[in-house]
Every structure is written in C-alpha cells, then in structure tokens.
C-alpha cells in the first residue's frame, strides 16, 4: 500500500472513533420545599464580641433597690384598699379614715385625695344600686417604669393594672358559674419621700369615671360639686338588681 493511501486510511478510522457530541444535561427542578434556606447560600455573619464593659452585667444600686420595693409595697397597699372599698367588704370606716398614712399630707396631694375620695364614694353607691360590687377580685400590677429624682425625692410611676371582678350581681345569678368582668388601666403614680417614708401625692389614670368628671379647665371644687350632686341623687333612690343604671 502506498505510503499516502495508508495515511488516508487511518485518518478515516481515527474520525470514527472520536467522541459524539456533548449532551446536555436534564434540567432538575427544585420544588420550593427543597431550597436551599439563606444560612446554605451565604456565609452566617458573626459578629464580633462586644468589649467586656458594654456587656457586664449591671448590678442594681443597694439603695435604689430598697427605695423601689418601699415603692411598690406603698402603691400596692394603696391598690388593695382600692379594690376593698368597691367590695362587698369594705374596711371600716374608709370614708373616714380613706388610705391612712399612704397618701402625702403636702399641699400638693390634698386635690387628689378629696376628688378621689368622692369618686369612690359616688362610685361605690352606683355599685350598690346595681348589685355591681365586687364579690370576689384578682388583680395585679405591671410596673412599666419607676423613675427617681432624687434631689426633688420624688418618684414617678408608670404601671398597667389587670383585673378580673366577679360583682355580686352575677354571684346571684349564677351561683355555680357567674359571670366575669375582664379589664385593664394605665395609671401615673407620683410619690414624694417624706420623713422617712415614701407617700402617694396623686394617681392619674382614664377610666369611665373620670373621663365624664375630669376634664380641662375644671377645679377641685367644680369636680365635687358635680359629684356630690350625683351622689345625693344615687343615695336617695332605693336598692335594686334592675335595671342597670348607666355610668352618669
């Protein structure tokens, strides 16, 4: 064979034993179950550690601590006689003796004290009238903030008062299982530290009372009047289970 067929001959057998062509792969779909979650496709960025003074524990001052419990075991003495007061068991003479030592004898204390005072009275015969006093009671109070200047010694508190009342009315109805009345109030609690112990000056919070008694421009004195006159009307009418008297 010649030298140039021979040449030819193995070019034609070497193009038949060459690879085809490349294939292309199936495309798999993914269902969205199946993907990958961000934590697979990125690098998990940690952050670098705060300095050790940004992140130590705070230990609450000794004294602030003591001042905070006094606080809140005054404002919780404050609560329950509240709470007694609008109950079928009231303390005794509360309408004289109102919350004892709790609240400030300042200048400053002695609006809140007689308005507040008046409210509950015109609030408890309503109460009454209606077979709307409290037979049992659970409550509890959220301090939201207590903030302290101690050069004024005065405290400011913020808090949310829960509650959950089951009134004699509904005792009556359904001994076994009565009805009862959810509801939560946002009060403003002012204190001020007099001779050794911290005392109530005012309580400010909104609920149906004081949103028809409390308004701009009113005085002290406009606020009794107003009050008083209602009272004088609720203790004049009789007793009663029915109908409910709406809140004036």
Known sequence: MKRFEFILMLIVILAGCAPGPTEIATPVIISPTAMPTPTELFFTF???????????????????????????????SYFELRYQALSISPPEDFQRNSFGNLISKEPDARDFLVTEMAKLSVERKWAELNGFRYAKYEYSLEYKNIALDASAKVATVALLEDFVIVTERAMEQNPDMPSIT?????????????????????????????RRYRKPGMSTNEILNEINMLLQELEAMPTTTSPILPIP
């Open 182 to 210: 959810r509801g939560d109030q946002i009060h403003q609690i002012i204190l001020q530290y007099e001779q050794g112990q911290w005392e109530i000056v005012s309580d400010t919070y909104w609920d149906a009372w004081w």
């Open 46 to 76: 940690t952050p670098s550690p705060l300095p050790p003074d940004l992140t130590a524990t705070v230990t609450p001052d000794p004294v602030h601590a003591h001042q905070r419990s006094e606080i809140q075991n005054i404002i919780e």
